[in-house]
């Protein structure tokens, strides 16, 4: 049985086919085979807030769970951090997702219980996906065969995007819920909200829910009259 150990719901969004890859096509091709079959027993992703680390690490845990299999996505990053008798009884799971890993270095009780649920996973096959905004030398994992088998499969460093690339990624996000973006909408977006790619999809929400309440599209004029520009 598949499930979500923590009160996180996967967006309906967080999907492989809604994610633009822009610099990161590379990253994206391999987490497509990864999430069909590796031999890969971990995957580390590492790149700035808003680059799409997220996104993947929660597209990989849909992925698994709409075939079938026993995944689990633990979001790391909130306050305060979950107790680590969560990850317990998760030693069967095919895949398992840790969003923000960087939250626990130095947390000994938590990484204690990663190394055991790592060594346990490992005799049935488990995988694991793991984030964090800075490269793995740089997260202060106390625990040296931890941060050792964390390190046992291959690295990727995700990209930022330039502008045109955002455009083209909120304009896929759209098209994902029904909307149309069009592209001098999209650019007014950029010129006057922050660009990165949480706030985007954020106030994207914002638009989504207003423009199905008003039965209106998303034009400039209505974006203005929705969100005032913040520069």
Known sequence: MSQLPLPVALPDQARMESFYPGP???????MRRFSAQSDDPVVWLWGPPGSGKSHLCQALCRAGIDRGAQCAYFALAGQPLPPAQIV???DRAELLCFDDIDRIAGNAEWEAALFTLFNQGREHGARWLVTSSAPPAAVAIQLHDLRSRLNWGPVFELGSMEDDDRLRALQLRASFRGLELPEETGRYLLARYPRDSHS????LDQLDRASLSAQRRLTIPFVKSVVPASR
């Open 88 to 90: 317990s009884g998760w």
């Open 24 to 30: 990161n096509r590379v990253v994206l091709d391999y």
């Open 200 to 203: 985007l999809f954020r106030l």
